[in-house]
């Protein structure tokens, strides 16, 4: 039996013999297209030649192609896992055509490799042909119907007619198309076979009559119009899906059982605590049990691989865009494991090896990038564990409460929830609102009746579902996941109206200090066109005139202000990260101040510091050119550091936010790791390396995106992008991307570029601060004044003053930790009168009193000593402020035997914290919590009553 390397390599060879160029795989991100989440599909490195925008110096190329299917109408997600032949990440074998052979070759070779190379039988192949089309003007496609009965053995009532549906292949709505040939084996038993035609399962949906391989031949070009051009030059696209290839030529009936997934499952069995889960195909559990466990064991065996080479290519996981992709893919695969195989640690970076080994050799880069994938998958993984459980406890407390029901039913199930303590408080947080200022007994009523009135209908809540995505990172699809294996729905369109409310407001917040304007606009002139912006040749427009002007209520903060349309402006407005150009509007003796200079529905407006006198006058608009050129130098600089951080951190590194400000700069990249302060020096020391250089700024305007895409301009993902863009280079082997905003003339114009901070912003985003030009000349004159000021007080020492900075430092920890000890003494003399005022309930000391302000550590300290002083059948609570009186602390502890009773400290600490707008936990005999709002700590101490008769 060969193996899988040994087929991957047969098909490489066969087409190589054939005069075909083995080419590599394509990045699983598409290089050349920022529309494209990801490779779907071996053609993508490919289109630009089908376009014809684009050349190879060969016409017969042969490949694998990584390719991830997880959107669209190829998003097979759902289904990975459920049945034995769906993935998300897979191989496709390919051999291709640019105008040089066509449908004989392409028909006749496929028939070469797979009867007389590979052994197939010739009685079980089907293939398909085009059936013509109508619509589309188009016959059948005789002439490939007649290359299968020509050049191959296959019986004539093999050869089927389908529609357009499935045998013809298009682009898109326009551009390259044509029929398709599709190839079908059947897998069934020669009985099976007997039984029934397998001519009437192809196109079916019977996995056991599958498609193998399919030939595209592109002989058209598809117009706007609906009809369809014949092409000059004819193309071949196949594409055979490996896995499943595989699969037939080792006899299995289910991929999962060749050996590209065998060593794979074998390694979660391994892992796995579940002492009855031995081997895929060894579960020592009940049938129901035990296809769960299969279920789970080719979920994360799948999403392993999709993940590994997904990080691999530089995709993170993050909230947007493709970095939410890999995200989903990846909880999917922690929650199976945690769920259905025992896992509570991160395991999924441990099956790494067992992919590198099995796939590195083809695919190199994943060898080489071996480690930082594994960190990365691993900081995921222990991010989504420390709330999974919490998590899927939560939705385990709310199910039974969802299911549909009349209105008797929904009162009965009030009170059985208000009762319900536990759940009702983490509720709170989804319908804090409905709560109002009632009572916590009549709020408790008030959000059980508002998250009833949705479960009664068989849904879980939009809020639920809110809630689980914003404070347990439950992907939604996976909370729709959990809710079918439950039996109930969830409730999307409300959970979508949340969504949208949480963008609404980070929108308001990024717009927060502009004040938009409500009133209407006036056209004050409609002879000129509006909005021409020239701001890239000019720094002032001599004569222009205002078109359209919007008033502002005067008030106290705005008084008069007003909006102004120019029909020519010089005037940068707010994009790309670039803050708006400020300057003046001058109207003979008059000048308006322009405060800031955005976009609103495609036009250029002018933020003014009050309405003209008359609008109708020809004006002046002149931008403040200093604050312009410092802009310049960070916007310019920025690309340069762009570059220089993929240099250094690699090419995963991608922009995800930006600002660029006369003063300052920040950047927000992609990357897992700390950016260490070696590589900071290294990213800094290359940008003020270019800068020195004074390389020229290259721009090209009206640029087709095409052209800029296949000639390698960085572009954003998610950006949108017109038909024609604007490039600006320095040096295109260093900095080429595609940018709207305002550059230098050269680098040597920056002057100096430093970093002044990097910190993490998100899951696997990164932040960098920095300053250019001016501002960072003025930062190192700051920085020297303060150093000559802090030597001044060392003038008499002898060595550095960073060792007698040190030295004094140390001098001050010392001194801080011998204070901290003398509090802790002075706290547990006072804990023997706290104790003594311990009141009994039910048998159990209860102690819950406020102490005074101190840190965290020395409560933490308090409340051992109180766990020790009280003995057994007590529960003590300790609540404080902090020195600044701004956070809570809490400590619980639990004894012995209570804890065998199944009252935790981590539980009653969690809850307490809750209530202080925080949260907590640790062990079940000593927790410690915080909160935010110190004023609710005696409401939080006077609830460890109920809570405790909660617990019990």
């Known amino acids: 039996?060969?193996?899988?390397?040994?087929?991957?390599?047969?098909?490489?060879?066969?087409?190589?013999?054939?005069?075909?160029?083995?080419?590599?795989?394509?990045?699983?991100?598409?290089?050349?297209?920022?529309?494209?989440?990801?490779?779907?599909?071996?053609?993508?490195?490919?289109?630009?030649?089908?376009?014809?925008?684009?050349?190879?110096?060969?016409?017969?190329?042969?490949?694998?192609?990584?390719?991830?299917?997880?959107?669209?109408?190829?998003?097979?997600?759902?289904?990975?896992?459920?049945?034995?032949?769906?993935?998300?990440?897979?191989?496709?074998?390919?051999?291709?055509?640019?105008?040089?052979?066509?449908?004989?070759?392409?028909?006749?070779?496929?028939?070469?490799?797979?009867?007389?190379?590979?052994?197939?039988?010739?009685?079980?192949?089907?293939?398909?042909?085009?059936?013509?089309?109508?619509?589309?003007?188009?016959?059948?496609?005789?002439?490939?119907a007649g290359f299968w009965a020509s050049e191959t053995g296959i019986p004539r009532e093999h050869i089927l007619?389908?529609?357009?549906?499935?045998?013809?292949?298009?682009?898109?709505?326009?551009?390259?198309?044509?029929?398709?040939?599709?190839?079908?084996?059947?897998?069934?038993?020669?009985?099976?076979?007997?039984?029934?035609?397998?001519?009437?399962?192809?196109?079916?949906?019977?996995?056991?009559?599958?498609?193998?391989?399919?030939?595209?031949?592109?002989?058209?070009?598809?117009?706007?119009?609906?009809?369809?051009?014949?092409?000059?030059?004819?193309?071949?696209?196949?594409?055979?899906?490996?896995?499943?290839?595989?699969?037939?030529?080792?006899?299995?009936?289910?991929?999962?059982?060749?050996?590209?997934?065998?060593?794979?499952?074998?390694?979660?069995?391994?892992?796995?605590?579940?002492?009855?889960?031995?081997?895929?195909?060894?579960?020592?559990?009940?049938?129901?049990?035990?296809?769960?466990?299969?279920?789970?064991?080719?979920?994360?065996?799948?999403?392993?691989?999709?993940?590994?080479?997904a990080i691999s290519d530089g995709v993170l996981p993050g909230n947007g865009g493709r970095g939410y992709v890999i995200r989903r893919i990846l909880r999917r695969a922690i929650r199976y494991g945690y769920q259905t195989l025992g896992f509570t640690a991160p395991f999924m970076d441990r099956l790494l090896d067992v992919i590198v080994e099995q796939m590195g050799s083809q695919f190199p880069e994943l060898t080489k990038n071996r480690d930082y994938v594994a960190r990365v998958i691993r900081s995921e993984e222990e991010s989504f564990l420390e709330t999974l459980g919490t998590g899927i406890t939560f939705f385990e407390r709310i199910v039974p409460y969802v299911s549909a029901g009349s209105d008797a039913d929904i009162s009965d199930s009030v009170a059985t929830l208000s009762a319900d303590k536990g759940t009702l408080e983490i509720l709170r947080n989804a319908y804090g609102d409905v709560a109002g200022g009632a009572d916590r007994a009549s709020s408790g009523r008030a959000i059980a009746s508002a998250f009833l009135g949705s479960a009664k209908e068989g849904l879980i809540p939009g809020e639920v579902a809110f809630l689980l995505h914003d404070t347990y990172g439950f992907p939604v699809d996976l909370t729709q996941q959990m809710a079918r294996e439950a039996g109930v729905g969830v409730e999307m369109v409300r959970y979508e109206a949340l969504m949208e409310e949480q963008r609404e407001r980070a929108r308001a917040a990024s717009q927060f200090g502009r004040g938009a304007f409500d009133g209407e606009w006036t056209v004050v002139s409609a002879e000129e066109t509006d909005s021409v912006f020239v701001g890239y040749d000019r720094e002032e427009v001599d004569s222009t005139h205002i078109v359209m002007m919007r008033l502002r209520d005067a008030d106290g903060d705005n008084p008069g202000q007003a909006e102004l349309v120019l029909g020519t402006t010089p005037f940068y407005a707010e994009s790309g990260g670039q803050v708006g150009d400020v300057g003046e509007i001058i109207s003979g003796d008059e000048r308006l101040q322009v405060l800031d200079t955005f976009k609103e529905d495609g036009r250029i407006v002018h933020l003014v510091d009050r309405a003209p006198a008359d609008a109708t006058k020809p004006v002046r608009a002149a931008i403040a050119s200093a604050r312009r050129a410092e802009i310049k130098k960070h916007h310019s600089v920025t690309h340069l550091m762009h570059a220089a951080l993929r240099e250094v951190l690699g090419k995963h590194v991608s922009q995800k936010g930006s600002l660029v400000a006369p003063d300052r700069l920040r950047f927000d990249f992609g990357h897992f790791d700390k950016v260490s302060d070696e590589q900071l020096a290294a990213v800094s020391s290359r940008v003020n390396e270019m800068i020195q250089r004074n390389l020229p700024r290259t721009e090209e305007r009206d640029v087709p995106i095409e052209d800029a895409m296949s000639r390698g301009a960085t572009a954003l993902f998610g950006e949108k992008y017109g038909e024609r863009v604007r490039i600006i280079s320095f040096d295109p082997d260093y900095s080429m991307e595609l940018c709207g905003g305002t550059h230098v003339a050269a680098t040597g114009e920056i002057g100096l570029f430093l970093f002044l901070n990097e910190s993490s912003v998100a899951a696997g985003v990164r932040r960098v601060e920095a300053v250019a030009g001016n501002a960072a000349i003025a930062y190192v004159a700051d920085r020297m004044k303060e150093l000559h000021s802090v030597e001044s007080h060392f003038k008499a020492s002898q060595g550095s003053v960073a060792a007698e900075v040190a030295a004094v430092l140390d001098e001050r920890k010392t001194l801080a930790r011998e204070v901290e000890g003398l509090k802790v003494r002075l706290q547990a003399a006072a804990l023997d009168d706290l104790i003594s005022a311990a009141r009994v309930r039910d048998g159990i000391r209860i102690l819950a009193e406020k102490v005074a302000p101190c840190s965290m550590e020395t409560l933490r300290s308090l409340g051992q000593e109180m766990r020790e002083r009280m003995g057994s059948s007590s529960l003590g609570v300790l609540g404080t402020v902090d020195p600044d009186g701004e956070k809570v602390y809490l400590v619980a502890s639990v004894s012995d035997d209570l804890v065998k009773d199944g009252i935790k400290a981590g539980e009653i600490v969690s809850r307490l914290a809750r209530i202080v707008g925080g949260g907590g936990g640790g062990r079940p005999e000593l927790a410690t919590a915080g909160g935010k709002t110190p004023e609710k700590i005696d409401e939080a101490l006077a609830a460890v009553d109920e809570i405790l008769s909660d617990a019990r």
């Open 161 to 309: 007619y389908f529609g357009s549906k499935d045998n013809f292949w298009m682009m898109g709505d326009t551009g390259p198309c044509g029929p398709c040939s599709e190839i079908h084996y059947d897998m069934r038993s020669d009985e099976e076979r007997a039984a029934a035609n397998g001519a009437g399962l192809v196109n079916a949906g019977d996995p056991r009559v599958i498609e193998v391989w399919n030939l595209v031949f592109i002989q058209y070009e598809a117009r706007p119009d609906g009809s369809l051009r014949p092409l000059s030059a004819k193309h071949v696209d196949t594409g055979m899906g490996f896995e499943r290839m595989v699969a037939v030529l080792q006899g299995k009936s289910s991929n999962y059982d060749t050996d590209l997934f065998a060593p794979l499952l074998a390694r979660i069995a391994e892992l796995s605590p579940v002492q009855a889960l031995k081997g895929y195909d060894d579960i020592d559990l009940e049938a129901e049990e035990s296809e769960r466990a299969r279920i789970a064991m080719r979920v994360i065996a799948d999403h392993a691989r999709a993940v590994s080479f």
């Open 1 to 144: 039996m060969k193996t899988s390397a040994e087929i991957r390599q047969d098909f490489l060879r066969f087409f190589e013999r054939r005069g075909h160029q083995i080419v590599p795989s394509d990045s699983l991100v598409p290089k050349d297209d920022p529309t494209l989440l990801f490779t779907n599909a071996g053609m993508n490195q490919f289109k630009d030649v089908f376009l014809e925008t684009g050349t190879r110096p060969y016409n017969r190329a042969v490949d694998t192609q990584k390719v991830l299917r997880v959107s669209g109408k190829h998003n097979d997600l759902e289904e990975v896992g459920l049945d034995t032949y769906h993935h998300t990440f897979f191989e496709m074998l390919g051999n291709w055509s640019f105008g040089d052979y066509f449908k004989k070759e392409a028909i006749g070779w496929a028939w070469e490799l797979l009867i007389k190379e590979w052994g197939l039988d010739p009685s079980r192949v089907y293939a398909t042909v085009h059936g013509g089309d109508e619509g589309l003007g188009l016959e059948s496609d005789e002439e490939a």
